[in-house]
């Protein structure tokens, strides 16, 4: 199965700095999602990328796929001590008429510091 | 405000015993989907259901199964449990077509002794 995986694994910066994480993933997409999980929590979904599309905003975030690299970006401008969580990609095909769960990739724990 | 509720936030269960987790949608969506969580291994999918009484196998569905009776609700089933079952357990729900993000419920932290 097509897997995100996540990267760095951990990310420690000044709160107003921006944050960018990585997301590699194997084999064809219809779309990849990002996801927040605050400590001990359900997911959170925050930005849905199409696979024809490039680049999408949502408030103070920014995300980037590059289906030719198989990666995607997530970036958080303005950093602030209300981000601190773990960011999931997650890749989404579907197959016959149905559909399949998500693939999700392993995190990166970011850590804003006040 | 689209919610999906999780029966249980934390259960400690005994090996061997049967365990139910309930999952609650109140957005009518078609497709529902049991996850588990473990550090280091990210979230894993254990089975999913694009229908009232229909499931398919995701991952890792083996010493688990599923029920779907009703459109708003999916169970998760452990048969027996184990303790490599311990974990924490997340629900979600999703529209069927194009517009396919997932919803997820707060988790079951499962611990079984």
């Known amino acids: 199965s097509q897997q995100g ?11 107003g700095e921006n944050a960018t ?19 001990g929590r359900g997911l959170v979904h925050l930005i849905l990328i199409r696979s024809n599309e490039r680049e999408k905003h949502s408030g103070r975030l920014r995300v980037t796929l590059d289906t030719s690299k198989k990666s995607s970006s997530l970036l958080i401008t303005a950093s602030r001590a209300a981000d601190t969580a773990s960011y999931f990609c997650a890749t989404a095909a579907f197959s016959g008429g149905g559909a399949d769960g998500l693939t ?7 850590i804003i510091q006040p | 405000d689209v919610k999906v509720t999780q029966s249980s936030r934390y259960l400690v269960k005994r090996t061997g015993e049967k ?19 473990d550090p280091g291994l ?6 999913f259901s694009y229908d009232v009484k229909m499931k398919e196998k995701g991952d890792i569905p083996e010493g688990y199964s599923v029920s779907r009776e009703k459109k708003e609700r999916f169970s998760l089933i452990l048969e027996s449990a184990s303790t490599n079952q311990t974990s ?3 629900c979600a729900s999703a529209r069927l077509a194009g517009h396919y993000e997932q919803y997820f419920g707060p988790g079951t932290r499962l611990t079984v002794t």
């Open chain 2, 19 to 37: 365990v139910f987790l309930e999952c609650v949608q109140d957005m009518d969506h078609e497709n529902m989907f049991w996850y588990r969580q």
């Open chain 1, 104 to 110: 999700f990739g392993k995190g990166t724990h970011l």
């Open chain 1, 21 to 39: 994480m990585n997301c590699s993933y194997k084999t064809s997409i219809n779309n990849l999602q990002w996801y927040r999980q605050n400590s």
């Open chain 2, 42 to 47: 990210g979230l894993r999918l254990i089975y």
């Open chain 2, 88 to 90: 924490m357990y997340l």
């Open chain 1, 5 to 15: 995986e996540e990267d760095p694994q951990a990310l420690s910066i000044q709160e």
